[in-house]
Nanobody, 116 residues
Framework: QVQLVESGGGLVQPGGSLRLSCAAS????????MKWYRQAPGKEREWIAT????????TYADSVKGRFTISRDNAKNTVYLQMNSLKPEDTAVYYC?????????WGQGTQVTVSS
């Protein structure tokens, strides 16, 4: 079965950096685009980044463009989110998502808290 497991979250000061990982299994990872989303308390889940199957193209939400970088290692079945210049408003639970054969799958999420 499809499994996505996020890791790498934590508490960081404003201006700091974190790298999130999402380890995938149960499907042919290299065939599918991967996405990162986040959900802050009291807000809807929002898309923040996408990477195509071979990693040749990436897109970002305006709120993270220039600060966050999505990447993937198809040999390790893992997608990453490098987050730099973090702000308090980046505080949220971060999720990865894949849609193999039309069905969406989500990980359990990893908490990122940006606070001094």
């Amino acid at each position: 079965q499809v499994q996505l497991v996020e890791s790498g979250g934590g508490l960081v000061q404003p201006g700091g950096s974190l790298r999130l990982s999402c380890a995938a299994s149960g499907f042919t990872f290299s065939r599918y685009s991967m996405k990162w989303y986040r959900q802050a308390p009291g807000k809807e889940r929002e898309w923040i980044a996408t990477i195509t199957s071979a990693g040749g193209s990436t897109t970002y939400a305006d709120s993270v463009k220039g600060r966050f970088t999505i990447s993937r290692d198809n040999a390790k079945n893992t997608v990453y989110l490098q987050m730099n210049s973090l702000k308090p408003e980046d505080t949220a639970v971060y999720y990865c998502k894949v849609v193999p054969q039309g069905l969406p799958y989500w990980g359990q999420g990893t908490q990122v808290t940006v606070s001094s």
